[in-house]
């Protein structure tokens, strides 16, 4: 009996093992493809065929794509974004938390009710455009970062985050005649680093991956990010025969396609060597939030 359950249990988890491993390799071949056919000669992957390595090896998608000052001005432009947007929203949304947190809060239901009204509701795209017209964000750098400066959502994880500190290590620096901000930034953010790391992985990569503010409220070519030079180039060519056409006249092999995975490639390397850093910090940040409150 016990041995016909254990054959059981080991056909059990072979099928299992194998069903994980064909998820793992749907879900990681997309990534290789890209990768791979960034490689690529650009006319040769038009004729298909290009699976598991390059057919033709080259590095002349990457010279294109560097040379290009558009391309490489974006990438800056999205760089510039991604850093500064993440650090100011992680300070500011975590200032803010760290107000709210006090259970003493004059008006603090007032807040709350704000906050959340503001999470589930929105006044539109219009109204949005207007508002940043009026404030002068319009075709500026700023229209990257200042509306993103709060996230309620990460705010609410906050404020449950920061309520859990022992009030003691707060009470004890005011008693030493620490301010506020001392408190914060000396006891706080040294303690919220789980919290922290999961606020910035998050904002970071929704600031990279960005484009419709690139799209809507930005005119100036200089301003452009690389998810928006990505779609530009993919809404280019609406044919393969536009691609082919591309193709036939480039000496390089350079083709539209083979310009959008190289561009892929060079948008999702930075969160794929970053994210290994902070997982630690990632996963104990996200279960920190789930059962605090």
Do not use: C
């Not at 990438?75 to 709210?100: D, E, K, N, Q």
């Not at 530009?232 to 000496?251: Q, W």
């Amino acid at each position: 009996m016990l041995q016909n359950q254990k054959q059981k249990d080991i056909l059990l988890d072979s099928m299992i093992y194998v069903v994980l491993f064909i998820i793992m390799l749907a879900m990681l071949y997309p990534f290789y493809y890209v990768v791979i056919v960034s490689f690529n000669k650009g006319s040769d992957s038009l004729l298909g065929g290009v699976y598991l390595w390059p057919r033709s090896v080259t590095v002349e998608n990457y010279k294109t794509f560097l040379s290009d000052p558009n391309w490489f001005r974006a990438f800056l432009v999205t760089i510039s974004r991604t850093v500064l947007g993440t650090m100011l929203g992680v300070l500011f949304t975590s200032l803010v938390a760290y107000g709210l947190s006090h259970r003493n809060l004059l008006f603090s239901k007032f807040y709350f009710t704000v906050i959340i009204f503001a999470m589930y509701f929105s006044g539109g795209l219009i109204p949005y455009y207007v508002v940043l017209r009026s404030i002068g964000l319009l075709n500026t750098f700023g229209v990257y970062i200042f509306p993103s400066m709060l996230s309620t959502f990460f705010l609410l994880i906050a404020i449950s985050f920061f309520r859990e500190i022992p009030s003691e290590l707060k009470e004890s620096a005011h008693m030493d005649g620490a301010s506020e901000f001392v408190v914060f930034f000396r006891i706080v953010l040294p303690v919220s680093m789980p919290l922290i790391a999961t606020m910035a992985l998050f904002m970071g990569v929704g600031q990279w991956n960005s484009w419709l503010d690139s799209a809507y409220f930005v005119q100036s070519e200089s301003l452009r990010t690389l998810t928006y030079r990505m779609m530009e180039i993919i809404n280019k060519f609406n044919s393969p025969m536009d691609a082919l056409a591309v193709a036939n006249g480039s000496s390089s092999g350079v083709t539209s396609f083979s310009l959008q995975v190289t561009a892929m490639v060079v948008s999702i390397a930075p969160i794929v060597f970053i994210y290994p850093f902070l997982q630690k910090y990632f996963v104990q940040g996200i279960m920190l939030g789930s059962v605090k409150g």
